[in-house]
């Protein structure tokens, strides 16, 4: 079995979970910049408002979902047919999710520590990134052992 044979869905998953990821964070930004837009349950634990609009939701003066959705931008990019015969972007894109895996661990401790409240559209972000990462990397795992 070739190597083009056993990553075939690779390309495929990496690419639908951009775009989820993007779709998200492009919610997530309308929803920043406007009011009233952001459907979540508010409550205890769970709290989209109070996340979104705390002073953790900015990283020097820019809205996280606008990080997000460049991320994702970006990510959706180099997931398209045409960037996975590049051999070059593998690493780009290894480290891409890199970074967005820190973030996440950065952000899932805020909204825990900080906050103190969890916002179900920033986790459905941070599942996204994290899902990509297990796909890129057990992908360069299958494709290093070959």
Request: include cysteine; hydrophobic fraction near 60%.
């Amino acid at each position: 079995m070739t190597s083009n044979t056993q990553l075939r869905w690779v390309p495929v998953v990496s690419l639908v979970l951009s775009l989820a990821g993007l779709a998200v964070s492009i919610y997530l930004t309308v929803a920043h910049y406007s009011t009233g837009v952001l459907l979540c349950a508010e409550g205890e634990v769970i709290d989209c408002g109070t996340v979104t609009s705390s002073e953790q939701s900015e990283l020097a003066g820019i809205p996280v979902a606008v990080l997000g959705l460049a991320f994702f931008a970006f990510l959706t990019l180099l997931s398209l047919p045409v960037a996975w015969r590049d051999e070059r972007l593998h690493w780009v894109r290894l480290g891409a999710v890199g970074v967005g895996v820190l973030f996440v661990v950065y952000l899932v401790a805020a909204e825990f520590v900080l906050i103190g409240k969890i916002c179900l559209w920033c986790t459905a972000v941070h599942v996204i990134t994290l899902a990509l990462a297990a796909v890129l990397v057990t992908a360069a795992l299958r494709r290093s052992s070959l």
